[in-house]
């Protein structure tokens, strides 16, 4: 069981970058956030060979639901009921009196794209990757804790 959580948790941060190697997609700051908490989760998993079973994959379940709460903010600012809590989400604005040479100085090196965009990986399917993160996480976190709760 331990194996197959970490799998499944290593498994939506790698199919993240897999649509942006080869499905061209641009991840913003808070796509990029939800990953962490998945690899958390396959290390924590991992551990639970060594240290107490029941501990580690609760703990697994725990990492992956912060991705899904994670996921909850990302789907609020997609659907702008709140701003974004991270200021690199923004689209850069000009200040009133701004010179061309100080906003190509204020650019960021690389470009981002704002979190405020949905990115629709199914078309025709209204669930943007937030919301497909966030039921991937619910089920694979209540998984891991169901994992965890259980008698051998």
Known sequence: MPVLIALLAAAAPLFAMATERW???NPCLLCLWQRWPYWVAAGLALL???LPRRLMLALAGLA?????AFAVVHLGVEAKWW???LPGCMAPNAAPN???EDMLRSLAP???KPCDEPTYLVPGLPLSMAGMNLLYALGLGGFALWAAARRR
Do not use: R
């Open 23 to 25: 499905g061209g997609l």
């Open 48 to 50: 639970a060979w060594l």
């Open 64 to 68: 992956v639901l912060t991705s899904g």
């Open 83 to 85: 701003p974004s809590p």
């Open 98 to 100: 701004q010179s061309v």
């Open 110 to 112: 690389k470009p981002a």
